[in-house]
């Protein structure tokens, strides 16, 4: 994408710490584009209903020579920038209340895809849900899906490996897509930005932060059809990606293992798996 004036000028806005999705309509239904935000005083920006004197203060520092010199460095390393205006932004993501304003991009994506399920969970699977991770995904790459995950260690890598068997996978960070996390991992992040493709919110130098990895799953459900949740308790993290897509509007699905999130998404009368290749055939059925 070239460097216009607003397409630097929305970066720029963008990454202001606590510029989201949200702020970011409310700065524009205010000032119209992303120009006048940075042009603005901060008398007139706190004008803005629910504006910080710190971000004021952050917008007022952002220098676009900078942004635009960081544009250039980021698209020489083979990442794409997606504003969240264009016509290469994912539209299910698009459509959603809290897409982020700003998508950093390495791989292959294409928005012809309608078929994309979330397979998510714990980072300490038990033996069996490591292997039905695993089995899950590549059944479901077998028959078109494309797999969306976090590239987490546990069942979010199993997801990717097994969809990378026969189909295509994409991972949401919560990390820059120059600093990838975890480490062990980058071996997989190379494949997947050829049978797929990395997404991320943040500037690609950003180290991850547990703040960040909770946002970016609202990512990984808004880009989906539907959420599996193969194994989590019911304080783990994969439990995030359940509220972000009942919040969205996703279907949401729990395999039938015994820890507490599983337990808790059946007593909510989520969709329920049998961990066997049945039921993936009887899940595959719904769709």
């Known amino acids: 994408m070239t460097q216009d004036s607003t397409f630097v000028a929305w970066v720029g806005l963008s990454l ?5 999705g949200k702020l970011m309509a409310r700065l524009l239904d205010h000032f119209q584009t992303p120009e006048n935000v940075l042009a603005a005083s901060p008398d007139d920006l706190r004008a803005v209903p629910r504006i910080g004197s710190r971000t004021v203060e952050s917008i007022q520092n952002v220098n676009l020579e900078e942004v635009s010199a960081k544009i250039e460095q980021w698209q020489t390393a083979g990442i794409e920038i997606l504003p969240h205006y264009a016509a290469d932004y994912p539209p299910m993501l698009k459509a959603t209340h809290d897409g982020p304003p700003l998508l950093f991009k390495r791989g292959n994506w294409s928005n012809a895809l309608t ?22 995904a ?20 199993q997801a990717h490996r097994g969809a990378l ?25 190379s494949q997947l930005t050829q049978q797929g493709a990395l997404f991320s919110e943040v500037a690609p130098e950003v180290s991850p932060t547990s703040s960040q990895l909770v946002a970016r799953n609202r990512i990984i459900s ?31 699905f729990g395999v039938d293992f015994a ?29």
């Not at 969970?121 to 039905?132: I, V, W």
């Open 16 to 20: 202001v710490p606590r510029v989201g």
């Open 115 to 136: 078929q994309t399920i979330a397979i998510v969970g714990t980072r300490e699977p038990s033996t069996a849900a490591h292997d039905f991770a695993y089995l899950l």
């Open 138 to 157: 590549e059944k479901l790459g077998e028959v078109g899906w494309t797999i969306v995950s976090g590239m987490a260690v546990g069942i979010d890598t």
């Open 165 to 189: 068997k026969n189909g295509a996978t994409v991972a949401v960070l919560g990390c820059g897509l120059l600093n990838l996390y975890p480490p062990e991992n980058k071996s997989l992040a």
């Open 222 to 252: 808004g880009l989906s059809q539907a959420v599996i949740l193969v194994e989590s308790d019911v304080d783990g993290g994969a439990m995030h990606t359940v509220r972000f897509a009942r919040d969205q509007g996703r279907p949401v």
């Open 259 to 287: 820890a507490s999130g599983n337990q808790q998404l059946q007593t909510d009368g989520a969709g329920i798996i049998a961990p066997t290749p049945s039921g993936i055939e009887s899940f595959l059925a719904l769709f």
